[in-house]
């Protein structure tokens, strides 16, 4: 049999990563004072602690509601009053109802982007009781829409003006927002930003794009909230709130293409930066790069990193890059999903579930300078390999541990040597546990 010795030569010591898929646990949560009137403020507590990368305070959030679920009140902000206690404030709107309010959900994440989603069965504790000397609870009245102008050229700015009632609170303009859309159902237009123009007028302008397609817009969805948070909630489906002639002077309704998603380098080490590169072509209004957004997740589908920001680096190519966390799992890591609009709203969605968009690996080892510089050639022979593989000098080996190319576990055993039989051919990581650190290395089995 011939045998393929392949010698690493170490002038570095060679650190384990230590890889972190472990949420967050939440040890207890309180709620202070217990009963209090509207417009106070209570002290959510909570105890939480992590295995390893710690808990991200900035993204760990929840909602507090009343006791019909509503008037929902958002909870983030924490400050660290002690070993693995957090607390963050809130306070309870003036137009609050009376009666047994709680925490009806939270997310917890640590710094390895690892979640712990609770919800009200797990946050029994986190309760508390409010007296009301004014409560709201009911939603604002949608009275009638008016766009001022019939008929508009793509381009054109036309105005919407709607009337709305409320019966205590007031209408909370700074969240009222709507859709218009084309006769397709897409090239959505967000509004909002609204004016009082008199008694119960509001009204909002909106710009059409440029790249409009003809025929009757409409309005397709909107949402009305009060200062006490109560809702309505209103689209087309019943009725039509408010509709539009759009005359198309350059028209796009196609979305753009993309050509190719490539990430290099790879492999990577957990703490290094890729760089995302796309080919796009759009037909017409060009790619909107402002919105095109995507994710990229571990071989488990979690550990999330987002990524936007492109720049341009030629005709047709765009670039942005991605800071690889610090706790990464090992193993083949992929581009989940991607959103790749244009200039005239068109959207081009991508999804590993309909297919591969781009794949890197993840080695997940540091290669640090020591002060103690080890002059040893470790030998792992064969490789390519149909079976066994051999680490020689065996005299500091532990064990050696074999995950494939998506961090799966494949085996674990002790001492200098291991067998990979039975595995479909491919690439396998190998990491070998020695008295002076940990290496890892790439087999192929055949």
Known sequence: MCFLLVVFCLAQKVNAQVEDTTPPTLNSIAVSPVTVNNGDTVTITIDVSDDLSGVWLGNTTGYIVNPVGSQQGFFYNWTSVGANIYEAKIQISEWAISG??????????????????LNQSDLADATFNVTASSPDTTSPVF?????????VNSGDTLSIVIDVTDNASGVWLGNTTGYLVNPEGSQQHFFYNWNSIGGNLYETKVVINEWAIGGEWYVASMQIPDNADNYTYIDNSNSVIGTVNVNALTPDNIAPVVNSVTVTPSPVNYSDTITITINVTDNAAGVWLGNTTGNIVNPQGGQQDFFYNWDSIGVDLYQTKVKINDWALSGLWYISNMQVPDNANNYLYLSSYDETIATFIVNGIDQSISELDLNKHFIVYPNPTSDRIMVIPNSDVIGIEVRNASGLLISKSRGYTTSLAGNAPGLYFVSVETELGKIVKRVILK
């Open 100 to 117: 047994d309010w709680y925490v009806s959900s939270m997310q917890i994440p640590d710094s390895a982007d690892n979640y712990t989603y």
């Open 143 to 151: 009275n009638s829409m008016t766009i001022t102008q019939t008929t």
